[in-house]
Every structure is written in structure tokens, then in C-alpha cells.
């Protein structure tokens, strides 16, 4: 019975090609991903976490309220209490899959240096800056629809109509959206919205910390959001699959171009990259769901 | 009619009297202002973060000094700025938290000086590549009494990234003890990495670690 609704399902949608939405979508999901691990920053708050923030935070204050009963040399020579409580807590996710995320981790830095920077850099070697950033605009005009439906689904109506202007300006004036003509001349600002960020709106936690094999940081949660997002894409309902996944591994590599020395950096200056990543991924979803 | 006449009487007595609390309070100001210089050479948060930066911008650009030979003068030069711009201090204290007091006095003082020559090595190097981005300084917010977070925006053709300059009041001078680039707090970050390292080290392996890593850059 199940089996038959199924296959009816599938021949009813059949001119879809369902076969090839999936799987763009998954490879979406990964590469899509990945842009934030060359940025390594993109992350939000649970619920969860507010509350081992803010019983740490009480136990930081007690043990605070020790330390200024003995206030150390340095505090004492320029005369200032310790006052920096809002700036103790620290951001923590779970992380069960520690030795599968580790091992992403090296994969994904090893894809980096040696596969996906050097094409990145040859690649900018040929287009100049503009063009790329006209590239970049393109495909960011295209995902329009994502953006415009989670700030309807977070009420934020501002950023919803400003979406649909950017769209429409972009499309037009900036010539089918290789210009951002709102942001340089109207001042109507990016603004990004995704599925998981919606889901951290309304209190979802992370669920735990994942890395994805090319696509890098993510967490259970923001992991759906991505799916959920991948069907929001018009580049994912490109046919057939060799030019969508042509489509989006250069959107990648123009994405990496624009970003070149933002991961070195990151490594440069960790002790410890793993958690330097995982730390920076939470924060910075963390500040995306509170605009 | 007298009622209303004496409503406008009240009102404008009140307005003269806002008028001259106003009055006062300003000269309370100014004479307060007479009295301790000093407050006024600190300046606002957001212009001496703005001046610290202008300065390094001016290294950068200077025309005078171009080519390999001149890179390491020009880094001294930036050195010498971020130590008036930064309070490694704090930001040590802040970084290590509540660890903060494990560690003996001399090696606090051990481990301002490694945090530092990191955090030097990591980023001196992006900013010597640092050319035509321009940099922005929108506002500045007050978190407590003595400290403040100035935000601004460094932005390239094709890249806008917000940097917020968390600075502390002390000795009349604001000092910079946290930078967060796209909402990443940089001590929060560091906090996460050496809590996990501390969670089972001494912080005589983590100076250690902190040892190696300066030493390998």
C-alpha cells in the first residue's frame, strides 16, 4: 500500500525529475555549506546554550566575587575593579561527533590548500575583482527567495520588503543582478536570513556541532535549515545535473576567490583550529539570529 | 480664558526654569572640564580608536617607505601603534577568566607577552596587504562606565566585514581589550580554546604550547 502511494507520488511529478532535485539539493547542501567554512563564521544561540551560558555566568560571578576580595596586582596598580562579567561567558555546543568532525576537519583543510585555493587563485588571476564581485552579486541575487521567505517566517517585514526591492532593482538596474545597485545607491543593505536562523529565532537549539565533508561547519540544526534552503535555490533546479553542479562549483570557487586569506588567518592565529572554528561558527550564527 | 492663560504663565515659567537648570548644568560641565584636563585629552572612545587606526593607515600608505627593506620599518612602526591601542592586560585577564588567578604572577606576565607576539604574527602580516580598503567608523555604544564598543566597517570592492573595537577606560585613556569581526569575540574564541587545553593542563603546558607556537612563527 505504502509502496504504491509512493511510486504514484513519484510518477505524478515525474516531469520534476525528482531523482535530480535530491541529489542537486544534497550536493547543494554540501558545497553550499562549505561557504561558511571559508568564512568559518556563521552560528546561533539555544536554548540549551543560554542555559549552560547562564549558569556558568553564576558561577563565574561567585568565583569573580572571590577574586575581587583579592584583587590582583595589575587591578589594584590601575585602581580598577574587575568588571568583566559580560564578557565571561563563553559560547558552547555539544559535540558527540568529535572524531568524525575532526577528521572533516583535516579533509576539508587539506580540499582547501590543495584543491580549491589553487583553482580559486588561477581563477582570480583571469577575472579581475570586479567581475567577480559582480558574479558573487548574481548568484546572491538569486537566492533571493530564501532570504525573502525566513524574514516572512521571522515576521521581520522590513527585511522581507527590503528583499523583494533589492530584487527587483538588482534584476533590473543592476542588470539581471550583476550589480548591487540598492546597497551602493538606494543604501538598502544586505541582510541574510536562512532556515536555521528562523529555526533559532523561535528558540531551537543547535542540537550538536557537525562538520561536513566540503561543506564545513554546521550544526544539527542549521543542517536542516540548509536542506530546507536548497529547494529555495533556483541553481538546484537546474537540468541536467552536470551543469547545476557545474553551476555551483563555480559560484563556489568565485565565492573562495573573494575570500582568500580569511581561513589562513583563522589557522594562523588558533592554538587550537578546531575549536577556533567551532567557537567562531557559534558565535557567528549566534549574532545572525539576534539581528 | 484665565485658566488657560495661567496654564501658558506655568509653562513658560517651567521652560525658563529648564532653561537655567540647562544653564547650570553646562556650567557645571565646563567647570568640571577646567578642573581635570585630563578628561578632555581622552577623548571619546570612538575617535581614539578612529586615531590609532588613521595612524596605521598613514604607515601603510606612506609613499616614503615602499619595497621589502622598508616592511620591517613599517612594522616596528605599527607595533609601537598597537601597544598605545591595545591593553594585552586586559584582554589577557579577560581571555583566561575565572583561570585567570591559577596562573602565578610571573607567568600572567609570561602569558601577556606570548598572547601578544601571537596575536601580532597572525595579523600583522593581513594588514601589511591592507591597500585601498577603506575603513568606516559608524558609532559608538557604551557598555558600562568604563567601557564602550566602537563599530566599524572595513570594506573592500567586493566585501564589507564589520569590526567592533571593545575599549576599557583606565588612567583617562581607552584602550582597546576586544576585537569581534562578524559578531566572533576575539577573547571569547580564545577563552574556548584554552579552557579546553587548561581543562586538563597546567597553565605551565599551556605557556608551553603558547611557547612553541611563537617560537614556530
Redesign the interface.
Known amino acids: 500500500m505504502m509502496h504504491n502511494s509512493v511510486f504514484k507520488g513519484e510518477y505524478s511529478i515525474m516531469k520534476l525529475k525528482p531523482f535530480n532535485i535530491i541529489v542537486s539539493g544534497l550536493v547543494m547542501f554540501f558545497l553550499f555549506g562549505f561557504a561558511h567554512a571559508s ?1 568559518a ?1 556563521t552560528p546561533s544561540s539555544s536554548d540549551q546554550n543560554q542555559e549552560v551560558e547562564s549558569s556558568q555566568e553564576n ?2 560571578l561567585q ?2 566575587e572571590k ?1 575581587t576580595q583579592q584583587p ?3 587591578a589594584e596598580k ?1 585602581g ?1 575593579k ?3 562579567i ?7 555546543i555539544a559535540d558527540p561527533l568529535y572524531i568524525w568532525n575532526k577528521g572533516m576537519y583535516y579533509f576539508n583543510d587539506k580540499f582547501y590548500f590543495w584543491l580549491l585555493k589553487p583553482v580559486s587563485q588561477g581563477y582570480s588571476a583571469i577575472f579581475p ?2 567581475v ?2 559582480s558574479i ?1 552579486n548574481f548568484f546572491y541575487n538569486l537566492t533571493t527567495p530564501i532570504r525573502f521567505l525566513n524574514s516572512l517566517l521571522q515576521l521581520k517585514m522590513k527585511s522581507a520588503g527590503n528583499e523583494i526591492v533589492r530584487f527587483v532593482v538588482n534584476s533590473s538596474v543592476g542588470v539581471g543582478g550583476l550589480g548591487d545597485f540598492a546597497k551602493d545607491k538606494l543604501d538598502i543593505k544586505r541582510h541574510n536570513e536562512d532556515l536555521g536562523q528562523t529555526f533559532g529565532y523561535y528558540g531551537v537549539g543547535h542540537g550538536f556541532y557537525i562538520t561536513w565533508p566540503l561543506l564545513g561547519p554546521s550544526s544539527l540544526r542549521d543542517s536542516i535549515g540548509l536542506i530546507g534552503d536548497a529547494f529555495l535555490n533556483p541553481v538546484n533546479y537546474v537540468t541536467p545535473l552536470q551543469d547545476c553542479l557545474a553551476i555551483t562549483a563555480s559560484d563556489k570557487v568565485n565565492d573562495t576567490s ?2 582568500i ?1 580569511d581561513y589562513e ?1 583563522i589557522i ?5 583550529p578546531y ?2 572554528i ?3 561558527y557559534v ?2 550564527r ?3 539570529v539576534k539581528e | 480664558m484665565s485658566v488657560r492663560i495661567k496654564k501658558v504663565k506655568r509653562r513658560i515659567q517651567n521652560k525658563i526654569r529648564e532653561v537655567s537648570m540647562k544653564k547650570v548644568i553646562t556650567g557645571l560641565h565646563l567647570f568640571i572640564f577646567l578642573i581635570f584636563p585630563f578628561t578632555l585629552y581622552a577623548g571619546v572612545p570612538l575617535t581614539t580608536v578612529e586615531g590609532h587606526v588613521n595612524k596605521v593607515l598613514s604607515v601603510l600608505r606612506d609613499p616614503a617607505m615602499k619595497g621589502d627593506s622598508a616592511k620591517k620599518a613599517k612594522k616596528e612602526k605599527i607595533r609601537v601603534i598597537s601597544d598605545k591601542m591595545f591593553d594585552f ?1 586586559e584582554l589577557s ?2 581571555t583566561l ?2 583561570s ?2 591559577n596562573f602565578s ?1 610571573d607567568q ?1 606576565r609570561e602569558f601577556i607577552g606570548l598572547y601578544k607576539d ?2 601580532e ?3 600583522m602580516d ?1 594588514i601589511m ?1 591592507y591597500k585601498d580598503e577603506k575603513i568606516i567608523f559608524h558609532k559608538e555604544n557604551m ?2 562606565d ?2 564602550a564598543e566602537v563599530q566599524s566597517s572595513i570594506i573592500t ?3 564589507e566585514t564589520p569590526i567592533n573595537y ?1 575599549v ?1 577606560l ?2 583617562g585613556e581607552w584602550r582597546v581589550y ?1 576585537v569581534v ?5 576575539l ?11 587548561l581543562a586538563n593542563k597546567s597553565p605551565e603546558e599551556l605557556l608551553k ?2 611557547r612553541k ?1 611563537v617560537s614556530k ?1
Open positions: 568564512l563564521l558561577e563565574i568565583a569573580q577574586t590582583d596586582e595589575r590601575s580598577q574587575e568588571k568583566g559580560e564578557e565571561e561567558e563563553t559560547t558552547q575583482e570586479g567577480r564581485g558573487s573573494l575570500h586569506g588567518d594562523k592565529a588558533a592554538v587550537d575549536v577556533s567551532r567557537d567562531a558565535q557567528n549566534e549574532k545572525k | 592586560a585577564k579577560r577568566g575565572t585567570w588567578k604572577p600572567q601571537i596575536l604574527g597572525a595579523y593581513r596587504t557598555l558600562s568604563d567601557t570592492k567586493t566585501v571593545r576599557i583606565k588612567d576586544d569581526i562578524e559578531g566572533v569575540s577573547i571569547k574564541n580564545y577563552r574556548t580554546q584554552f579552557r579546553e587545553i604550547i603558547l607556537k612563527a
